[in-house]
């Protein structure tokens, strides 16, 4: 069993990926060829935004959405210690500081009630992760911004596709940025990511930036960098688009299987438990993560019975060594305690009912003999 399975996707659309990839090796425009432009303009409709810039890849969208909003050495933003290394690298890559707000411990996503509090006059923006698949409190967070004049910049690499109130991930700020690495919702055969506003002065900073800040051929209105996505990574997106929706109702459905499946298992297990969607919102389980007690010896057993597992993430990022300094150690509790009991499990859209049975039988086995050996 794989932990994503990236090779049905291909198979079932192999005729029109191969078919994209061939129409840019025959034009040869491998650098802002028109797959691009369509690719944005395709994205941009989809997400209900009035731009999108396609970039080399997630993180290069945050870096140059923060270059965009003006970030720069001595500034703050506000984000959550529990995600990849990439939201706060952008950050610290920009001389700001990163500063860090704990979590909700249910959902694992940044706490809004806390976000006010890390306020300061150095703060230039809030950027929230749209942690497994689910956005994050948007709505509490914007009002956050709004009454302090900051922008907000969603970290959607995990959830590109999933809704809130009504609106896609992504479109529900300031500025929103994606990832099209291969295991994610919509995922590129290489790097990709790209960002979406409706603000035009941003989306025409974040074009010039991504070309090393040219308005124009060899004219440099800013700084910039080479982070263009390019051609044939976009006409493989392009190519993908059409069985998106279909994946992302998989996703849900598989995600609502894994819950009734795995219901009784939290009610007869301590320790044992299911992340929360809201009712305002839904998820596309970018990763299908479950809070497990005794992670190692429950990860074990299943690779014994074949079943791969993954951590996303093991350690906060303000008790990474890169992170860390200036930060209080204890001051993010329920990110400390997520860190030692998440355990993602398979999930992708052609994963099979027969392959989630196997998964959860096994995690039943492996929880019974934690219950056996205490």
Same mark, same amino acid.
């Given at each position: 069993?794989?932990?994503?399975?990236?090779?049905?996707?291909?198979?079932?659309?192999?005729?029109?990926?191969?078919?994209?990839?061939?129409?840019?090796?025959?034009?040869?425009?491998?650098?802002?060829?028109?797959?691009?432009?369509?690719?944005?303009?395709?994205?941009?409709?989809?997400?209900?935004?009035?731009?999108?810039?396609?970039?080399?890849?997630?993180?290069?969208?945050?870096?140059?959405?923060? +270059?965009?909003?003006?970030?720069?050495?001595?500034?703050?933003?506000?984000?959550?210690?529990?995600?990849?290394?990439?939201?706060?690298?952008?950050?610290?890559?920009?001389?700001?500081?990163?500063?860090?707000?704990?979590?909700?411990?249910?959902?694992?996503?940044?706490?809004?009630?806390?976000?006010?509090?890390?306020?300061?006059?150095?703060?230039?923006?809030?950027?929230?992760?749209?942690?497994y698949g689910q956005v994050a409190d948007m709505a509490e967070i914007n009002a956050i911004a709004a009454r302090h004049g900051l922008p907000v910049v969603e970290d959607a690499a995990q959830?590109?596709?999933?809704?809130?109130?009504? $609106?896609?991930?992504?479109?529900?700020?300031?500025?929103?940025?994606?990832?099209?690495?291969?295991?994610?919702?919509?995922?590129?055969?290489?790097?990709?990511?790209?960002?979406?506003?409706?603000?035009?002065?941003?989306?025409?900073?974040?074009?010039?930036?991504?070309?090393?800040?040219?308005?124009?051929?060899?004219?440099?209105?800013?700084?910039?960098?080479?982070?263009?996505?390019?051609?044939?990574?976009?006409?493989?997106?392009?190519?993908?688009?059409?069985?998106?929706?279909?994946?992302?109702?998989?996703?849900?459905?598989?995600?609502?299987?894994?819950?009734?499946?795995?219901?009784?298992?939290?009610?007869?297990?301590?320790?044992?438990?299911?992340?929360?969607?809201?009712?305002?919102?839904?998820?596309?389980?970018?990763?299908?993560?479950?809070?497990?007690?005794? $992670?190692?010896?429950?990860?074990?057993?299943?690779?014994?019975?074949?079943?791969?597992?993954?951590?996303?993430?093991?350690?906060?990022?303000?008790?990474?060594?890169?992170?860390?300094?200036?930060?209080?150690?204890?001051?993010?509790?329920?990110?400390?305690? &997520?860190?030692?009991?998440? +355990?993602?499990?398979?999930?992708?859209?052609?994963?099979?009912? &027969?392959?989630?049975?196997?998964?959860?039988?096994?995690?039943?086995?492996?929880?019974?003999?934690?219950?056996?050996?205490?």
């Amino acid at each position: 069993m794989q932990f994503i399975d990236l090779k049905t996707p291909y198979a079932a659309l192999k005729t029109d990926i191969d078919a994209a990839i061939h129409r840019v090796l025959d034009h040869g425009q491998y650098i802002m060829g028109p797959e691009v432009k369509a690719l944005e303009t395709a994205l941009a409709a989809f997400a209900g935004t009035k731009h999108c810039v396609t970039v080399a890849s997630g993180t290069e969208a945050l870096l140059i959405a923060l +270059m965009a909003l003006g970030v720069k050495a001595g500034d703050e933003v506000i984000t959550t210690p529990f995600t990849f290394a990439a939201t706060a690298e952008v950050i610290a890559l920009l001389g700001a500081r990163p500063v860090f707000v704990d979590i909700e411990p249910d959902t694992c996503n940044i706490d809004p009630r806390l976000v006010e509090a890390a306020i300061t006059p150095k703060t230039r923006a809030i950027m929230p992760v749209s942690l497994y698949g689910q956005v994050a409190d948007m709505a509490e967070i914007n009002a956050i911004a709004a009454r302090h004049g900051l922008p907000v910049v969603e970290d959607a690499a995990q959830s590109f596709g999933a809704t809130y109130q009504g $609106r896609r991930s992504g479109a529900t700020s300031t500025i929103g940025c994606t990832s099209f690495f291969p295991s994610k919702p919509l995922g590129c055969y290489g790097d990709g990511g790209a960002l979406f506003t409706d603000d035009d002065t941003l989306a025409q900073a974040a074009r010039e930036i991504r070309v090393h800040g040219q308005s124009a051929r060899y004219t440099h209105t800013r700084v910039g960098v080479g982070g263009r996505m390019d051609t044939i990574q976009c006409a493989v997106v392009l190519a993908k688009l059409p069985r998106f929706e279909w994946e992302l109702a998989r996703r849900r459905e598989l995600g609502a299987r894994y819950r009734a499946l795995l219901t009784p298992l939290a009610a007869r297990h301590p320790g044992f438990g299911l992340l929360t969607v809201r009712p305002d919102r839904d998820c596309v389980w970018g990763q299908y993560t479950v809070f497990v007690p005794e $992670r190692a010896k429950v990860q074990a057993a299943l690779q014994a019975a074949g079943i791969p597992t993954a951590v996303h993430y093991p350690k906060p990022l303000h008790h990474q060594a890169a992170y860390a300094a200036g930060c209080c150690p204890d001051c993010c509790p329920n990110s400390i305690a &997520a860190a030692a009991r998440v +355990m993602s499990l398979p999930m992708s859209p052609d994963l099979t009912e &027969a392959d989630q049975d196997r998964v959860v039988a096994a995690l039943a086995q492996a929880l019974a003999g934690l219950a056996a050996s205490a």
